[in-house]
């Protein structure tokens, strides 16, 4: 246990960290980590938004931003020497399962190999991850 600036005994960031990414990562309510991570709604809610800042300062000048011309080129260079000319990335998709769909729309967004409604995530992401 870790001790916070008044002297009570605190949560150790590792742990709030994994369930604000927990958190992020299924879409879950703040109070539903309360029983894998043993961290209270309150926490999670008050940590959610540091850790979303945080992630913003620390990657937002180099991952969080729109493609510039230096980029597009340096992105066509690479795919061309793999032998792929003109393309920026490979799509890449998967089947999210949708928890909270409406009743009457869910057979529109399920197929005969996925039981429960999905949504199809489509991502193109180039060699060194860039999304």
Known sequence: M???VVGRIGLPPLQKCTAVIRIL?????T???DEYVRIGECTAT????KFVRGV????????????NNNDINRLLHIEDARGFPDMLG????MHWEWKNCLVAWQGQ??????HKPT?????VASQDLWI
Do not use: M
């Open 56 to 67: 913003n300062e620390i990657f937002g000048q180099k991952y969080l931003r729109r493609l």
């Open 25 to 29: 990562a299924y879409g879950s309510p």
């Open 109 to 114: 967004y399920r197929r005969g190999d996925h």
């Open 46 to 49: 008050q940590c959610l938004p």
């Open 119 to 123: 949504i199809i995530l489509e991502v």
């Open 90 to 93: 490979s799509i890449d998709c």
């Open 2 to 4: 870790r001790y916070d």
């Open 31 to 33: 109070d539903c980590v």
